[in-house]
């Protein structure tokens, strides 16, 4: 079965750093897009960043010029690279993949920030 194994969330200070790395496990499909997706206690999930097959990215207006996302297609790896870190973006932050067939989503992993 087809698994998304997110690391790297933790504790981080405001003006900090976190790089979130998110495999997939046990998929033979192409994954078309990579994305990072967040949920904030209260708040409905929104997307962060994004990353389709040919390395090409967007991001929420929130994270842009703070964060970075990007992809490791021979390891089915993406990460997201998260610097100057506010508390706002305290969240769960989740992981999902689509390939042709189905979308997966990872378990979550969370990141506090504190001011």
């Known amino acids: 079965q087809v698994q998304l194994v997110e690391s790297g969330g933790g504790l981080a200070q405001a003006g900090g750093s976190l790089r979130l790395s998110c495999t997939a496990s046990?998929?033979?499909?192409?994954?078309?897009?990579f994305s990072w997706y967040r949920q904030a206690p209260g708040k409905q999930r929104e997307l962060v960043a994004a990353i389709n097959s040919g390395s090409s990215t967007n991001y929420a207006d929130s994270v842009k010029g703070r964060v970075a996302i990007s992809r490791d297609n021979a390891k089915n790896t993406v990460y997201l690279q998260m610097n100057s870190l506010k508390p706002e973006d305290t969240a769960v932050y989740y992981c999902?993949?689509?390939?042709?067939?189905?979308?997966?989503w990872g378990q979550g992993t969370q990141v506090t920030v504190s001011s």
């Open positions: 999902y993949a689509k390939t042709i067939v189905r979308d997966y």
């Open positions: 046990r998929i033979t499909l192409s994954i078309n897009v």
